[in-house]
């Protein structure tokens, strides 16, 4: 599998590193390796989602309780949670760490993702959700460290998005 497992451990321990105890996610090529750190780690609570838009119902939760949490998920995914986002976490002011699977971009080969990704940064942009690319492991900790402190000073969603230069390790 073409997936870095390096810098998938990178984003699993930035994660980590800023507090999350608990992700939520739907299965996808490139968040494999992370699903399997969080499911195969006793101190990290996954919650396997039938729709990405009940990880911000997870994540509200997780929040009233104290605990940090995070969403993982693709372009697909966010576009599909918008319901969910902007009618709990931006109206009730939940803090919400996404980490979006940036597909759809330059060196894309798959037709079908190609519009998700077109589609994932204007919409972000018209909620007013502060977004960051994560393209370099040296990136990966202090970004997602900004990103969880931002969503818990503004209480407001953040997305991180997890681009090819990053995900992808390209067969030798």
């Known amino acids: 599998m073409p997936v870095s497992v390096a810098n998938s451990q990178l984003v699993y321990d930035a994660m980590k590193g800023v507090g999350v105890t608990l992700v939520s996610a739907l299965p996808e090529t490139w968040l494999v390796h992370l699903i399997r750190m969080a499911d195969e780690d006793p101190d990290?609570?996954?919650?396997?989602?039938?729709?990405?838009?009940?990880?911000?119902?997870?994540?509200?939760?997780?929040?009233?309780?104290?605990?940090?949490?995070?969403?993982?998920?693709?372009?697909?995914?966010?576009?599909q949670a918008i319901n969910g986002i902007v009618g709990v976490s931006l109206l009730y002011k939940i803090p919400l760490l996404m980490l979006i699977t940036d597909r759809g971009g330059f060196g894309e080969k798959d037709p079908w993702q190609t519009e998700g990704g077109k589609h994932t940064r204007p919409v972000l942009d018209a909620l007013h959700i502060a977004h960051d690319d994560l393209t370099r492991p040296d990136d990966v900790q202090p970004t997602m460290a900004k990103a969880m402190t931002l969503a818990q000073s503004s209480l407001s969603p953040v997305a991180l998005l997890l681009n090819r230069d990053l995900m992808w390790e390209e067969p030798r």
């Open 44 to 79: 990290m609570t996954l919650v396997r989602l039938a729709k990405e838009e009940e990880g911000v119902g997870i994540s509200a939760g997780a929040h009233f309780a104290g605990v940090k949490s995070a969403m993982l998920m693709q372009n697909h995914g966010f576009l």
